[in-house]
């Protein structure tokens, strides 16, 4: 595509400009920056109907009295804009000169802007301002695109509409052959969506507004249904493509344990979970797949029960987690659980000695090692399995795709990978950011779990909740008080985590309470020791940041406080309250806030205390954040679409996602002729899929 200092008006100072400050580099970049409003030049306001409660208006009349007043930093052009019902006062602080050389006394402009009010005065500063045109005016609609645009730009003669004149420049040598068709014919159809080129056009330069609204939802649609078919195309080229090791047999492992050393029954939801990763490891390809469940649905034993599978076929397994403590407790409970049944269970993290190191990668190296637990440190090149066949990757979100990339290659045959989520994803979100994986869902709890009590508290009534954390106490449970600490080197949530110290240990005196304290200050030997303390209930409270969120079990403490909880999201809420409920005594989360809330926190705190379902929650968090700020996805450029909104969009996302599995259904090398103009699309857009076998 052309450079965009190719197009007339742009040069290369201003192609610079654009470049750098909204990544426009080509024509076609500049096509896809879409106007974020139009203006409707036939709606034209009286000045005398201008008041307070008016926000933006749009105004024509005649400049009279402009002139240059004030000194230095107060230096500002002020000019009376006139029409027959009365007066507006435009004021300019900056681009003086422009303005003094642009606008004329006497002549008529139209005007857009805020309106503010100084001294009774109503004013617009920094109008949109333009030479009115009246031969535009003909009664039909007549819409004029306005730009996202910078700071830095808008210095620049650069603003909004100004951007609009170029997208014009370059619209009127833009020929329908350039944007040629990328939708099936049968789909513009079936769903009533215009064609591209008229699409692109109606979008910047609508004739009406409806016409903007086919546009849009033809654009959407569009966007949409190529981040589904890029995603379809790569799940399906692994489903006939990827070669995997198998795992043909159950064998005596897996039954010896299944039968002798499982502690209880397993639930409906992993026994299915089980049954597919059965299906998916042994048919020769290599398994991808996305485990979700919510807090406490028992991924664990799923894993654990996958690399028995792995070890009956003569494979090793590993587990990842993201802490060291996540680490060091599912290397304890898997040792635990494997206990009688003579299988070498290691762990490495960034914290194992060096001749332990040595020691260990050696037996890994020669197959000693069945099963190897630990953090990042496991994705490093001197890490070599003998044969890694299986790798669990434990609370995906720590790790980025990169990362679950790396491990793939420590084997000839790239292991079969499981990967669990530590909070359930909106199924809309999965779908679109992890639509190249399969994906499982345990959406039921092992029985006997009593529901969690979640209540709120404001702050003021602090000392109850220490009263009643003692009755709960001296019943022989265990708590959690959680800090915010958002960022580790916050220094004021860190002096709050020091004051809440000494609080609680004012409330709960030595000897007769303990308490340990964890945080990511401290050396990890020291957080170790402490977290042990209160795993073991040497201690019975745990003052904590958020460095237990995720992952560990201890079934005795029954309950969780939080204090300034309106600094969290409520994945991280419902995240951290998973932490209880996990014996058989009743629990409760207690959620502590200042009393001034903002009307979101409030809504979270509502919706916390109201549902326990990690799915629902994860549902109203997406509706409440929209999908750039969940965790887990950030990183994955998936959800970044220029016009579409997966929220708002949802129903044309589903439509998308539909249609694709239909024609990839039917035509997975998309060969049939009605399919030729997605498949030369996709293509020309190269390097965002992979398409070596569909060429
Ligand atoms: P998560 O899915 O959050 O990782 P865990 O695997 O840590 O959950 O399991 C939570 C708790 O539930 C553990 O104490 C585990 O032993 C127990 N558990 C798991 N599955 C079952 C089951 N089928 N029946 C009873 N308890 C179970
Ligand atoms: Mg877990």
Redesign the pocket.
């Known amino acids: 595509m052309n450079p965009i200092e190719y197009l007339k008006g742009v040069g290369p100072q201003r192609a610079e400009l654009l470049k750098k400050e909204l990544e426009i580099f080509t024509f076609k970049d500049l096509l896809e920056h879409f106007p974020y409003r139009h203006i409707d030049k036939t709606q034209i306001s009286a000045i005398n109907q201008v008041s307070i409660t008016t926000d933006y208006i749009q105004v024509a009349g005649v400049i009279t009295d402009m002139e240059l007043i004030g000194k230095n930093q107060g230096r500002r052009l002020v000019a009376k804009l006139k029409d027959k019902t009365g007066t507006l006062e435009l004021i300019w602080f900056q681009s003086l000169s422009w303005v003094q050389k642009n606008i004329i006394n006497g002549n008529a402009y139209l005007v857009y802007g805020k309106v503010g009010f100084y001294q009774g005065q109503s004013q617009v500063v920094h109008p949109e301002i333009e030479l009115l045109s009246p031969e535009k005016s003909d009664g039909k609609n007549f819409l004029d695109p306005v730009y996202p645009s910078t700071e830095k730009l808008k210095s620049r003669s650069m603003n909004g509409r100004q951007i609009g004149l170029l997208t014009k420049t370059l619209w009127a040598i833009i020929q329908p052959k350039d944007l040629p068709e990328n939708l099936p014919s049968f789909i513009l159809e079936k769903l009533k969506l215009i064609p591209r080129y008229e699409a692109y056009q109606q979008i910047h330069f609508p004739n009406s507004t409806e016409s903007y609204a086919e546009a849009l939802k033809r654009l959407k649609f569009e966007e949409l249904f190529f981040a589904q078919l890029r995603l379809g195309l790569i799940k399906m080229e692994r489903h006939r493509f990827s070669k995997g090791v198998i795992f043909d047999k159950v064998g005596e492992c897996f039954n010896n344990f299944y039968h002798h050393y499982l502690?209880?029954?397993?639930?409906g939801a992993?026994k299915r979970v089980l049954k597919e990763i059965r299906q998916d490891t042994a048919n020769g390809r290599q398994m991808n797949r996305l485990l979700q469940?919510d807090?406490?649905?028992?991924?664990?034993?799923v894993a654990l029960l996958a690399m028995l599978l792995a070890i009956d076929n003569g494979f090793q397994a590993c587990m990842m987690a993201p802490t060291e403590i996540l680490a060091q407790q599912h290397l304890e409970s898997i040792s635990e659980l494997l206990v009688e049944m003579n299988l070498r269970v290691e762990l490495l993290t960034g914290s194992t000695k060096a001749a332990a190191r040595r020691k260990l990668l050696a037996a890994l190296a020669n197959g000693d090692i069945h099963v190897l637990i630990g953090t990042h440190a496991l994705i490093e090149d001197v890490v070599q399995f003998k044969n890694l066949g299986f790798a669990i990757v434990d609370e995906q979100h720590r790790f980025g795709v990169a990362q679950r990339a790396k491990l793939w290659k420590k084997a000839v045959l790239p292991p079969h990978v499981l990967v669990m989520t530590a909070t359930p994803i909106p199924r809309t979100l999965a779908m679109t950011a992890y639509g190249d994986l399969d994906y499982s869902v345990m959406d039921e709890l092992?029985?006997?779990r009593q529901p969690i009590t979640t209540v709120h508290r404001f702050d003021d009534r602090r000392s109850q909740v220490m009263d009643f954390i003692k009755e709960e106490i001296i019943k022989g449970r265990q708590v959690y008080i959680i800090f915010p600490l958002i960022e580790e080197s916050d220094k004021l949530d860190f002096e709050n985590l020091m004051k809440g110290y000494e609080n609680v240990k004012a409330y709960f005196p030595e000897p007769k309470y303990l308490i340990s304290m964890v945080h990511g200050k401290q050396p990890a030997e020291q957080k170790e020791t402490n977290m042990q303390r209160f795993v073991k209930g040497e201690t019975q409270i745990m003052v904590s940041t958020t460095v237990i969120e995720v992952?560990v079990?201890v079934?005795n403490a029954s309950v969780m406080v939080i204090e300034s909880a309106e600094k969290f999201g409520l994945s991280q809420l419902h995240q951290l309250r998973?932490r209880v409920g996990?014996g058989a005594e009743k629990s409760f989360c207690i959620l502590l806030t200042g009393s001034k809330l903002s009307n979101e926190a409030r809504e979270r705190m509502k919706i916390i205390t109201s549902t326990n379902d990690g799915f629902i929650i994860a549902e109203k968090d997406l509706e409440l954040r929209g999908p750039g700020s969940i965790e887990g996805t950030r990183q994955s450029g998936t959800l970044n679409f220029k016009l579409a909104n997966i929220v708002q969009d949802k129903p044309i996302l589903d439509r998308a996602k539909l249609v694709v599995d239909i024609i990839l259904k039917d035509d997975p090398d998309l060969v049939a002729p009605a399919n030729q103009v997605c498949k030369e699309f996709l293509i020309q857009q190269q390097g965002k899929t992979a398409w070596s076998r569909i060429s």
Not at 263 to 267: A, E, G, I, S, V
Request: hydrophobic fraction near 20%.
């Open positions: 502690p209880f029954q397993l639930t992993q469940g807090v406490g649905s028992g991924k664990t034993i092992p029985p006997g992952g079990n079934p998973g996990r």
